[in-house]
């Protein structure tokens, strides 16, 4: 679309302003119906980015984004509005802020409850060198639930430095939320909340103004930039998640994230998981589930109905969660505590203290593993396998799919120690079959010298496809889904006669299988090849470019089976 | 010492109970003393150590500590009085609450804020099994700047469950705290504080009570005893650090953690690290310090008095403390975020999502790397090198002695992209020399069949000292200074003629400086075999017992050298 001028909104009247919101939302729209993205949460910060526009002036004054999914009226206003249909497109524009697509991103985001601490550290740098802008952080009421917001409120007072805090309440994180802070902030709005709250944190409180109203945002941000002159200020908008569409407006979790089409012929591994869990669920009065503030994403809507005393949600909070899950595991219940990949990295220390540490019988159900597409960076699941691998006392399974994946949840259900279990979003129903700890799948044997250790859905296909090429070609090579990357199933390694092993994982090449399989072999004088994403952080676009890019395709496959099957 | 049994604590006097807490005060000082050990925290909770068991009955009754460092008391009071003594010792009982040690010992922690969530897991696996006992968490004020608090009182309400917290306010984490929160407590104190706080949350505030005098303390348990049978409770206690002992009372942050004697010839990285810093800070208005509640121990309180401005302590905030790091330099200043190895797990996420994916300027000076001797697994810095290594845009350096930590310290202020340098806490100065991105360094050139790369001061003098006994028995080494995980030095290893390797780090085989040389050279044909800490967690005891126990011993490599060196 026409990118308009910051002279043009500060000239624009009360209605000429709602139109350049509805043209806004009109892209929006049209934009993420092609491409996918996040609806919702863009629609309902339409009119408050257009205000914010208006009264402060970027890129000299910096915003910063919390989790950044809700900054496309930004982009628009800020050089891209004619790249932005490029949006989460290879090559094209992320759908997150990115400092390397323009000045006027000053921090780049992607999970919650960062933008005050940033916002903090940029502040004081300003203050360092004497400069003189204003920095704002734009927080959802969801990220209230994250400790980091915490952290960094305590740390504001003693800082010594102003930032003006925008929290856009709209009710909703990617569930609804709710706990302590939800209830106050619920009590602000209804006039009876203590402001003391925010003001003993050394910052002013600015109530309630309405975030898709122009006549009470504009003079409640000019208000917030007089006040902050002074003081840190945070400023209370309510919104409308999904404002001007009206299924967004009434379904805002269902439109949170929205896929581009044509995937949806593929099962989730989300709903086999909420159907497992509910059978397990039946028999076993122990099995509990936790989750961040994803219920529905992760396939867990069926089993918080139908067992909700068993059923937690502990809001934007991967660190409590786990501990939470731990408490519950400690005190004899089997806990599955489900989470996205790369939001679980946020509870690392928590896995390894107060998890593996104490041998705890937590189980880690871990969507959206792996390449994830559009999101792009800052949800890559591409991590999972080696900073899992490191801790003592994990199991670590990634099922072949989603028939293997039911086989691994009833097969944690009886053991008593920490396990995980990686997967992709979508995936293939698959054979019943059963499965052991540690004990790898023979797919296809030959007399070959070269072995392919596939691990996941994804390499499993693609190696089963590429030994299919090579085959073509006169070459072979024995196929095993490697189904455990942690242990490893030694007794099968150990009878192995090829040379040559090719690992295949969609995960980071270092500390994953590859470098896992290659330890095991250190005396064995094999070789050891390794196809994963090497040393960078993989950028948004479609999955198949992604895997492409880590050579994970049949076709190198394929080359390397007919170089390698001969010895 | 004789084990005070709780038939003894409930008919005893006041003058009785305080006479136990002497016994209990001389028993700990006389121990830690001889065998070092958190004094202060310990000294200052004796009486609300027994105070709790005369109120609660314990095991039936759950505490959990929070931290864990201040558990003495409670040890004494539990089974343990026989064998207090070997306290932190191999073999011995640990410094911190063990599920493994004592059925007393409801949960294992370490690190700061995880108290709450896990009394919040046990309370409501309690409710759902229709059991019937209170849990209770015990948390001092610092770790109240701790995000994980809020995480879990957020959580508290809606989760309907009683749980007792007593906040332990000394006014000290291990550095001073401050912040909001603490300026909040320190208005209930004087009688101005705003009950709400903690009402929004759902818990009841009991406030003031003096928690090193019995008169005070046991009414106030008995009453939040009585309110816990309706709802959660804080009840909020004053106690003294390091009561009991002139010198602990009036030097509380000298004598948080105290090691036992005979070490002190060595230097500490931490003080080449306050003086480095200030001197690059005298030539570059850029550099900055943050930490996160270490001040002292990391050697930084000169740097803190001499550039006030630009030295942030963040509390206990690992994560805060990172992005507030990032976005310090985002706006264009060089932070040195220096912490613990054991405690920087806890920013893994920020680390990767924050500062390395945007690929900013921040150098993380990590200190107690690798075997940390007597403080035991949870504060192990064994997992450094492995979940850093696997980031992308990291530069990883491990200096082999203080006068090459200084050199890379010097080279990453010239570095514009994130550094990470990791050092255990006593060092040798050792001669000066420069240093560049990833260069190792030869140390000793031979014919030998076998390389040795070792990573770090310990494993640098036990590989020279190995490489010395094994030339003794007519074997020889080549020995190089590995003082770059990541970049490896290339060019070197590229040209290393033998065909075994072997690698030497202070820190966990699984993907550490071993898995990273052995996928170098995966089509090389050489052997490479690594020496580190096998996949278990490491237990409290001495550093040289818990090196033992990886085989990084001179002698292990002496034998290593003796079988290899002549192919």
């Not at 759908?95 to 409850?113: L, M, N, V």
């Not at 009590?187 to 309405?210: H, I, N, S, T, W």
């Not at 000019?222 to 002159?229: D, P, Q, V, Y």
């Amino acid at each position: 679309m026409r990118r308009v001028e910051k002279t043009e909104l500060n000239a624009a009247s009360i209605q000429e302003l709602q139109n350049i919101a509805g043209e806004m939302r009109e892209e929006i729209l049209r934009t993420v119906s092609a491409n996918g993205g996040h609806l919702s949460s863009n629609l309902g910060t339409v009119e408050l980015t257009i205000a914010l526009h208006r009264v402060f002036s970027f890129p000299k004054d910096k915003i910063i984004f919390d989790v950044g999914h809700q900054c496309y009226t930004h982009k628009l206003l800020s050089e891209r509005a004619s790249v932005f249909h490029t949006l989460r497109k290879s090559g094209g524009i992320s759908g997150f802020p990115k400092r390397s697509e323009s000045e006027y991103d000053a921090f780049d985001t992607g999970h919650a409850g960062t933008a005050i601490s940033a916002a903090l550290g940029i502040a004081k740098a300003r203050d360092l060198k004497g400069e003189n802008f204003e920095v704002i952080a734009l927080v959802g009421d969801g990220s209230f639930h994250n400790g980091l917001i915490y952290e960094a409120l305590n740390n504001l007072r003693g800082l010594n430095t102003r930032i003006l805090i925008l929290l856009n309440d709209n009710g909703l994180s990617i569930s609804p939320t709710h706990g302590g802070m939800h209830d106050a902030l619920e009590g602000f709005k209804a006039g009876e909340g203590d402001l003391r709250l925010f003001e003993q944190y050394g910052v002013k409180y600015l109530g309630g103004c309405d975030g898709n109203d122009f006549t009470s945002l504009l003079p409640a941000l000019e208000e917030a930039k007089e006040c902050l002159k002074t003081q840190s200020v945070l400023l209370h908008v309510v919104t409308k998640k999904g404002k001007g569409y009206a299924f967004a407006e009434e379904s805002p979790t269902q439109t949170h994230g929205v896929a581009a089409g044509g995937t949806q012929e593929k099962k989730e591994y989300g709903a086999a998981l909420g159907e497992e869990l509910m059978r397990l669920a039946k028999g076993d009065g122990r099995i509990a589930v936790v989750t961040a503030a994803m219920t529905d994403a992760l396939g867990l809507r069926p089993f918080f109905e139908a067992f909700p005393e068993r059923s937690f949600d502990a809001g934007i909070c991967e660190e409590h969660a786990s501990i939470f899950a731990a408490g519950l595991a400690a005190g004899g219940y089997k806990p599955y505590y489900a989470i996205y990949s790369t939001f679980l990295q946020r509870a690392f220390d928590e896995i390894v203290h107060d998890i593996c540490a104490q041998n705890l019988p937590v189980t880690l159900c871990i969507d959206r593993a792996g390449a994830v597409g559009e999101d792009g960076q800052t949800h890559q699941g591409v991590f999972d396998l080696s900073y899992l691998s490191l801790i003592p006392n994990l199991t670590i399974g990634i099922p072949a799919d989603i028939s293997q994946f039911r086989a691994m949840l009833e097969l944690s259900a009886k053991y008593d120690a920490p396990f995980a279990i990686r997967y992709p979003r979508l995936g293939t129903e698959g054979r019943k079959r059963a499965v052991e700890i540690g004990k790898f799948e023979i797919l296809h044997s030959t007399m070959s010298d070269i072995t392919i250790l596939a691990a996941g859905e994804r390499c499993v296909r693609i190696a089963e496809e590429g030994v299919k090429q090579a085959r073509a070609c006169g070459a072979d090579a024995t196929l095993i889904n490697a189904c455990f990357v942690k242990p490893l199933d030694e007794e099968l390694l150990s009878t192995l006669k090829s040379k040559y092993i090719l690992t295949m994982e969609d995960g980071a090449l270092i500390g994953g299988l590859g470098d896992a399989v290659r330890r095991f072999y250190k005396e064995s004088g094999k070789t050891v090849l390794s196809l994963g994403y090497p040393d960078a952080f993989v950028p948004h676009g479609d999955i198949s470019s992604q895997l492409k890019g880590a050579g994970l395709t049949a076709e190198h496959a394929a080359e390397l089976v007919v170089k390698y099957a001969r010895g």
